[in-house]
Nanobody
Framework: VQLQAAGGGLVQPGGSLRLSCAVS????????MGWFRQGPGHERDFVAAFRRSGGGSYYAESVKGRFSISRDNSKNTVYLQMNSLIPEDTAVYYC?????????????????????WGQGTQVTVSS
């Protein structure tokens, strides 16, 4: 499985960005997908995820109502639409996937539950 994240950049507070993660080696019926981020001096934190086969979407409280995870099955790509960005959203954003058995609900927010990671894309929110 290979994951290629893109779309990061510098944006002003209140702005928007859309990250993409191109996935090869699994489909959204066989993989659970997640977005995580790691800011300076922070651990890798959960942002959003969806479980395969209609298992639902999940968001960190800090991004609910501002971020949205989606997927394009025809392109095998996952997106993270980020609106109303604030400086605290500054981080390297990573996409991740879990193959094998479907991820259990209680593990969706846990980085160690995912077994493949992309290379990360930097998002900087600053005026």
């Amino acid at each position: 499985v290979q994951l290629q994240a893109a779309g990061g950049g510098l944006v002003q507070p209140g702005g928007s960005l859309r990250l993409s993660c191109a996935v090869s080696g699994c489909s959204f019926s066989t993989c659970d997908m997640g977005w995580f981020r790691q800011g300076p001096g922070h651990e890798r934190d959960f942002v959003a995820a969806f479980r395969r086969s209609g298992g639902g979407s999940y968001y960190a409280e800090s991004v609910k109502g501002r971020f949205s995870i989606s997927r394009d099955n025809s392109k095998n790509t996952v997106y993270l639409q980020m609106n109303s960005l604030i400086p605290e959203d500054t981080a390297v954003y990573y996409c991740a996937s879990k193959t094998g058995g479907r991820i259990i609900t209680s593990a969706v927010r846990t980085p160690s539950a995912y077994n493949y990671w992309g290379q990360g894309t930097q998002v900087t929110v600053s005026s």
